[in-house]
């Protein structure tokens, strides 16, 4: 095997349920191995292990996090750790390339370390946001860039909702302040942000402001939280819902000065081998306005061999082969993503904080 | 012809370009007649009979408002003139069982007026929203109140813009300050508001928060806008978004506990003869977050023989009938349904003032 083609080799670093998703990409995509799994405990690891079907053969154990660290044959870390555990964890991680589960730190500052932490090890950053790697979001993103077509942006919308099964309120780690303090906001909400600013071209809003309409639990963290982001010069604005107390909703709406963009399932498709959006271009009022003279097209997009995890998986693994054999340096473009996403998830809570007031971004 | 079955006699006021539309209605809703047609001037009432097929052997002409209003034989009226003259106009109207183009008024204190004006003199009210008379709209109610399906309301969404022709920004009367002050929020944003009212059974949210997001033109007209409801005691949220700069849009999502509704042609549907709506209820991911267990049902709706605005000329004439032949009072229902909305409108109007606050409606 050429040595620019040799796979990635990941360490999973906690078990949390994400890491079954993740580890079945891990194996699915052609240029990654799924190396070692490593928990608290080397039961924790083990039983991990054996309900997904990986057997010691296949794969290293290691009941501490620190012996996955130190392993060298380690290329690349996976971390679904809770949110309050990333600072710690993942500055020590960043010897190894890190894919670091959503939201990547309680705030934009603790945010910034990690990042530090990857740049000065020249290692590649990449958050857990699967559906940026959907050959779909490709699609829509020359749709949306055609000026024609589609026009300037001038509003936004997103939502994403679920309601957690039985215990969920009282036993998620997504509801507990000491583990995810940002609730709904870091994990739902995550999404909304990241669809909202990547129509955006990554382009921070010049305000946030968040709505009297946050609900929390007794801890204190946000179950549900509606927000909106103002691009003053630009004209535009985009408003967006998240919750752990509504039907499942994963919503983008763009509209813009000549159509309209809109899909449901934008987090995670609907199916894994099939999915579309729903695109207007020129739609006016027929005479009389009894009617509409075009009606939204169904975009259908080939969606390929690998779910949008494991491109997301293949394209990290492709990012650090660059960088292991053929001396290319790090992409920013991920971590710069994360960070945008992270710095107006801070300013919602900082709008919130300030009585739902409007708060620069600066 | 039995007394009650008598088509209720309709004079149309004022010939803006939704008269067409109305005039055409009137005609297919069979238990009204269009009988006159009133304008400023006699050779533009003449002008709009013509170009719209109506012989004077069919419509009665007037070239003044108060002849209209003086014709004995005139038992309703519709009013599409230009807002700012609302008030004066429907109150005089008020003898007349009164179809008032929306937006109302300019404020919740001058429909007051023309609604007290109908309330002393018995006659019935209503505004020219024609959605609310489409069966679909009945079908999406019925799904909307199954506790099971679709649960408690938990967030709104509503978008509502068009791009206006060539001339509308400089030209329309929509964007006149001394005619139509309340802009894109009076035009588009009265289904917003409406659309997210009627799904709350026209329950007055707790606050109305506008976003820093107003675009004027330079009369100080609103020419697009983005707002939020609160319910915060349900802890209930909707936003909408209402423009004259954006692509056509007609949005209505609600989302619930167990269910979620979503359309994108709920003011007009995009074609007379059939409309649907999306309708998911019990969504969950499937093992391993790699998709949906449902996806959202395309419901359609059965559109029966008459378009929406015929319906709305239907209902209006059978309330009239009641009154007229069977001594029953006139139903408030369509009153409210306006004074919410225009209160909501108003309470928007103050957030912008008050530098987008949150602003609580008593």
Known sequence: MAEHTKAIRFGIMGCAKAATKVS??????????????????LEKAQQFATENGYSDQQVVIYGSYSELLDDPLVDAVYMPLPTSLHLEWAVLAAKKHLLLEK???????????????????????????MWYHHPRTAKM?????????????????????????????ENNVRI?????????????????????????NNNLPTTVTALPSVVRNSDGV????????????????????????????MDLTIS???????????????????????????????DMHIGWNVKPEEVQVDTGELPQEARMVQELSRLIQGIKYSGRLPDQKWAEVSRVTQLVIDTVIRSINYGFEPVYIY
């Open 24 to 41: 079945r990409a891990i194996k699915m995509s052609p240029n990654s191995t799924l190396y070692a799994i490593a928990s608290r405990s």
């Open 103 to 129: 939201p990547t730190a309680l705030d934009a500052t603790q945010l910034d370390r990690i990042l530090e932490a990857c740049r000065s090890n020249g290692v590649q950053f990449m958050d857990g946001s």
């Open 141 to 169: 993103k020359e749709l949306l860039s055609d000026s024609k077509l589609f026009g300037q942006v001038k509003s936004i919308y997103s939502s994403s909702s679920y309601v957690g099964g039985q215990g969920f309120l």
């Open 176 to 200: 507990k302040a000491d583990l995810d303090s940002l609730g709904a906001l870091g994990d739902a909400g995550w999404y909304c942000v990241g669809g909202i600013l990547w129509a955006m």
């Open 222 to 249: 946000l179950l549900s939280c509606t927000a909106s982001l103002h691009w003053e010069k630009e004209e535009i604005v985009a408003t967006f819902f998240c919750s752990f107390l509504a039907h499942e909703t």
């Open 256 to 286: 813009g000065s000549n159509g309209t963009l809109h899909l449901e399932d934008f987090i995670i498709p609907y199916e894994e081998t099939s999915a579309s959006f729903k695109y207007t271009s020129g739609a006016k009022f027929v």
